[in-house]
């Protein structure tokens, strides 16, 4: 049974950190392209960024380069996203998933996760 669980969301200032975990099961995690993706009220959900397996390249939306940096441990079948300089356009909630490459799409089984919610504001 595939579970994908996201945690480390929170509400912080502008200009705050926050580090994003991804904990999976039931998957061969070591050989999977993840990445994560966010959804803010009103707008479609974007990919934000994807970490591959093959070559192990990292890839990021331009609105976070710079900013966010994405991690695996496949010891632990776990990937992070470690998020600083936080603006509130960052404010959304946040999924892991399979994704594809540079695209930063999601791979048609994705296995979502359930999300975790980060919130920006003064």
């Known amino acids: 049974q595939v579970q994908v669980v996201e945690s480390g969301g929170g509400s912080v200032q502008p200009g705050g950190s926050l580090n994003l975990s991804c904990t999976t099961s039931?998957?061969?995690?070591?050989?999977?392209?993840m990445g994560w993706f966010r959804q803010a009220p009103g707008k479609e959900r974007e990919g934000v960024s994807c970490?591959?397996?093959?070559?192990?390249?990292?890839y990021y939306a331009d609105s976070v380069k710079g900013r966010f940096t994405i991690s695996r441990d496949n010891d632990k079948n776990t990937l992070y996203l470690q998020m600083n300089s936080l603006k509130p356009d960052d404010t959304a909630i946040y999924y892991c998933?399979?994704?594809?490459?540079?695209?930063?799409?999601?791979?048609?089984?994705?296995?979502w996760g359930q999300g975790t919610r980060v919130t920006v504001s003064a």
């Open positions: 039931g998957l061969p995690f070591n050989v999977m392209s």
């Open positions: 970490f591959t397996w093959t070559g192990e390249y990292t």
């Open positions: 998933a399979r994704c594809t490459g540079s695209k930063l799409t999601a791979a048609a089984n994705a296995y």
